[in-house]
């Protein structure tokens, strides 16, 4: 099930004004141009961004996500129909062979449980070609982000056109690594409406990334520092090896 910041008509809507720099995309636009993928699946896609990015540069893009809502934002973007969506996880992918398979932000994270997390990781492995890449990024558990998570960190106010004011924070709700949960809250000034999103993130150590990895049949290339976020991110690289497993 999607959190409500993801699978809520009002919030879905108001996702991208809320949080409009995208930096961290930079570099898997970079990764999908430098290695020449005309291919790509983009896991948890949410309202699109990083699929409409790679379809304005011709990349054929298939974009999966579980909250309608958010796709249904997608669907509604300029330049939407260059996109092929799927509202649902990996089990609802056709069969495909792309290039390249991208989990952004905290997508790789909220696949919490870990029987979920090894079916997405094979769904992905299934859906590359025989030499495909796929990357995504999780926070190092080093690094302690949910100590950020209060009021006073987060609290603002931001002006929406054809909105209003919203105001939002977010409130650590509980702490057991590697479980992690949150709560954002979302105001809006124009009735007064009060809306809640819970969230629960698994915090992987990178070991235990690589050996889930491994595991499901992937060669890991590279675990790089996320170039917004230094030291405080792993991004994996890994390849769907050219031959099939034993």
Same mark, same amino acid.
């Given at each position: 099930?999607?959190?409500?910041?993801?699978?809520?008509?009002?919030?879905?809507?108001?996702?991208?004004?809320?949080?409009?720099?995208?930096?961290?995309?930079?570099?898997?636009?970079?990764?999908?141009?430098?290695? /020449? $993928? #005309?291919?790509? =699946?983009?896991? +948890?896609?949410?309202?699109?961004?990083?699929?409409?990015?790679? *379809? &304005? !540069?011709?990349?054929?893009?298939?974009?999966?996500?579980?909250?309608?809502?958010?796709?249904?934002?997608?669907?509604?973007?300029?330049?939407?129909?260059?996109?092929?969506?799927?509202?649902?996880?990996?089990?609802?992918?056709?069969?495909?062979?792309?290039?390249?398979?991208?989990?952004?932000?905290?997508?790789?994270?909220?696949?919490?449980?870990?029987?979920?997390?090894?079916?997405?990781?094979? /769904? $992905? #492995?299934?859906? =590359?070609?025989? +030499?495909?890449?796929?990357?995504?990024?999780?926070?190092?558990? *080093? &690094? !302690?982000?949910?100590?950020?998570?209060?009021?006073?960190?987060?609290?603002?106010?931001?002006?929406?056109?054809?909105?209003?004011?919203?105001?939002?924070?977010?409130?650590?709700?509980?702490?057991?690594?590697?479980?992690?949960?949150?709560?954002?809250?979302?105001?809006?000034?124009?009735?007064?409406?009060?809306?809640?999103?819970?969230?629960?993130?698994?915090?992987?150590?990178?070991?235990?990334?690589? $050996?889930?990895?491994?595991?499901?049949?992937?060669?890991?290339?590279?675990?790089?520092?996320?170039?917004?976020?230094?030291?405080?991110?792993?991004?994996?690289?890994?390849?769907?090896?050219?031959?099939?497993?034993?």
């Amino acid at each position: 099930m999607a959190d409500e910041c993801f699978g809520h008509p009002r919030l879905a809507a108001i996702y991208d004004p809320l949080d409009p720099d995208r930096r961290d995309l930079d570099a898997y636009v970079r990764l999908a141009e430098e290695s /020449g $993928a #005309r291919r790509v =699946l983009d896991i +948890g896609c949410g309202t699109g961004v990083l699929a409409l990015l790679l *379809a &304005a !540069r011709g990349v054929d893009v298939v974009a999966v996500d579980p909250a309608r809502a958010s796709v249904d934002v997608a669907r509604a973007k300029p330049g939407a129909g260059r996109v092929r969506w799927v509202h649902g996880d990996v089990s609802a992918l056709p069969p495909l062979a792309v290039d390249l398979v991208t989990m952004t932000a905290n997508v790789a994270q909220a696949v919490v449980d870990p029987g979920a997390w090894r079916s997405t990781l094979d /769904g $992905a #492995r299934d859906a =590359l070609a025989p +030499g495909g890449r796929l990357v995504f990024e999780t926070r190092d558990p *080093a &690094a !302690r982000a949910w100590e950020g998570w209060n009021r006073d960190a987060t609290h603002r106010v931001t002006t929406i056109p054809g909105v209003g004011a919203v105001e939002t924070w977010v409130e650590l709700v509980d702490l057991r690594p590697p479980l992690v949960s949150f709560r954002w809250t979302y105001v809006f000034a124009a009735d007064g409406e009060v809306l809640t999103s819970d969230s629960t993130l698994r915090f992987r150590e990178r070991r235990e990334v690589e $050996a889930d990895l491994a595991s499901c049949g992937f060669v890991v290339e590279d675990v790089r520092d996320a170039p917004d976020r230094p030291g405080r991110e792993f991004v994996f690289l890994a390849r769907r090896p050219e031959t099939p497993r034993d």
